[in-house]
């Protein structure tokens, strides 16, 4: 029961992800055997709902894989029918909002230089000579 929760829990990550590659334009980069997953769910959606469909495709991946993890026999049924149901709750993504930009320390960070300097460059030369003065007091 064990691996078939697995494979069952692997099966709905899996398709979850395939679908929204397909829907993101790419399937390409799928591997094939989700290729065929898809193609196969393509087709089920001709005959049937979407929800019908996607039972049916995530109970075909859950088959194989839990032959693939060594699960003996016919897969035990995981989940019961009614439980949950299929929800199409893939976005398609956006771009968040690009961040303000920051000034870093002494206005290095700004493109037009337009904002004041913290500190100003006479302010800085003035503090230079007092330490200098003040070393070349303190030693004689």
Avoid: H
């Amino acid at each position: 029961m064990l691996i078939a929760r697995r494979a069952d829990t692997r099966a709905r990550a899996d398709f979850a992800t395939w679908k929204m590659m397909a829907k993101l334009n790419g399937a390409s980069a799928l591997p094939p055997e989700a290729q065929e997953f898809l193609s196969s769910y393509k087709n089920l959606l001709a005959q049937m709902s979407e929800g019908e469909a996607t039972e049916a495709t995530i109970t075909a991946i859950y088959k194989a894989y839990y032959a693939e993890m060594g699960g003996g026999g016919t897969p035990p049924d995981v989940r019961p029918r009614q439980a949950e149901p299929a929800a199409d709750n893939v976005t398609a993504f956006r771009r968040p909002a690009p961040k303000p930009k920051t000034t870093s320390f002494f206005g290095a960070g700004t493109a037009a230089g337009t904002q004041k300097r913290p500190l100003p460059v006479a302010l800085i030369f003035a503090c230079l000579v007092v330490v200098y003065v003040g070393i070349r007091f303190y030693w004689r």
